[in-house]
């Protein structure tokens, strides 16, 4: 692991985000940093190639692995993308999905173990849900404090419909 780490010190500067191990191929990882910046390794973190797909007025953008298909990526910057190919090439899946613009808080986003069609998406306060790969998207109904941000999610593995949310900025006194 230290040497892990000290690999990829090399690649990223700045702030460290989020890391992801590809879960058929250990030598392939995904890193992350502030304001978007989004690399891949194919030697198990030794080198690696920046494959953010579009521009972001956010500190923090989130990026996850499709839990079926290891080569499918999903990243939330300004708009949403997908990638079929490790983040070689990116499709965007939104416009103007957000209320109020890109930026801002980090967005969580992923695709449910049981059905991969079915993908959410946080930002801030709300909950967007698309069950058709990502063609369309819908906001859910939360009933969120406003002051409550949604940090982190988690879906079912089995029920493509049960998600588990968890929020910041939020206490009794709110």
Same mark, same amino acid.
């Given at each position: 692991?230290?040497?892990?780490?000290?690999?990829?010190?090399?690649?990223?500067?700045?702030?460290? $985000?989020?890391?992801? #191990?590809?879960?058929? @191929?250990?030598?392939? #990882?995904?890193?992350?940093?502030?304001?978007?910046?989004?690399?891949?390794?194919?030697?198990?973190?030794?080198?690696?190639?920046?494959?953010?797909?579009?521009?972001?007025?956010?500190?923090? +953008?989130?990026?996850?692995?499709?839990?079926?298909?290891?080569?499918?990526?999903?990243?939330?910057? @300004?708009?949403?993308?997908?990638?079929?190919?490790?983040?070689?090439?990116?499709?965007?899946?939104?416009?103007?999905?957000?209320?109020?613009?890109?930026?801002?808080?980090? $967005?969580? /986003?992923?695709?449910?173990?049981?059905?991969?069609?079915?993908?959410?998406?946080?930002? $801030?306060?709300?909950?967007?849900?698309?069950?058709?790969?990502?063609?369309?998207?819908?906001?859910?109904?939360?009933?969120?404090?406003?002051?409550?941000?949604?940090?982190? $999610?988690? #879906?079912?593995?089995?029920?493509? +419909?049960? #998600?588990?949310?968890? /929020?910041?900025?939020?206490?009794?006194?709110?």
């Amino acid at each position: 692991l230290a040497s892990f780490l000290q690999k990829t010190a090399v690649i990223n500067a700045g702030d460290g $985000m989020k890391c992801i #191990v590809d879960y058929t @191929d250990s030598n392939v #990882v995904y890193s992350s940093y502030q304001s978007g910046g989004l690399y891949r390794s194919d030697d198990g973190g030794a080198t690696g190639q920046y494959i953010a797909p579009g521009p972001t007025s956010s500190f923090f +953008n989130d990026y996850s692995l499709n839990p079926l298909n290891h080569n499918t990526l999903y990243a939330a910057y @300004d708009e949403v993308y997908k990638s079929y190919d490790e983040g070689a090439t990116w499709t965007q899946m939104t416009n103007a999905l957000y209320p109020s613009g890109g930026g801002g808080y980090g $967005m969580p /986003i992923l695709a449910a173990p049981s059905d991969t069609n079915v993908i959410y998406l946080a930002r $801030m306060t709300n909950l967007y849900r698309s069950s058709d790969g990502g063609s369309t998207w819908t906001m859910v109904s939360l009933n969120l404090p406003s002051i409550a941000l949604i940090s982190g $999610m988690t #879906v079912s593995s089995t029920d493509a +419909n049960t #998600v588990w949310l968890t /929020i910041s900025g939020y206490n009794s006194y709110s």
